[in-house]
């Protein structure tokens, strides 16, 4: 069964640091593009850093500037290094990823979430 797994979350001071990670296993083909998304209560899901397959990145603006996403292609992991974290980044952070699996080909994975709470 294909799963994504993240982990890392926690409760930070702002201005603080918290490293997220996502796994993913299972039988795949192959692994295209991986995001981090968050979503705070009652708020629509935002999209916060891509990565895809060649290692090209994206941020949302918000945290363009304070989070690094990175591959490591041989672990099938990325991660999330958010640095000067604001009390507004405050959510839960889901890993996303598309995967090419037989037979059901390329489809969208989730993770169950995980929870990042920046207050003093």
């Known amino acids: 069964q294909v799963q994504l797994v993240e982990s890392g979350g926690g409760l930070v001071q702002p201005g603080g640091s918290l490293r997220l990670s996502c796994a993913a296993s299972?039988?795949?083909?192959?692994?295209?593009?991986m995001n981090w998304y968050r979503q705070a209560p009652g708020k629509e899901r935002e999209q916060v850093a891509g990565i895809t397959s060649g290692g090209s990145t994206n941020y949302g603006n918000s945290v363009k500037g304070r989070f690094t996403i990175s591959r490591d292609y041989t672990k099938n992991e990325i991660y999330l290094q958010m640095n000067s974290l604001k009390p507004e980044d405050t959510a839960v952070y889901f890993c996303h990823a598309a995967l090419n699996n037989f037979p059901l080909g390329w489809r969208n994975y989730w993770g169950q979430g995980t929870q990042v709470t920046v207050s003093s």
């Open positions: 299972g039988s795949f083909i192959s692994i295209g593009a």
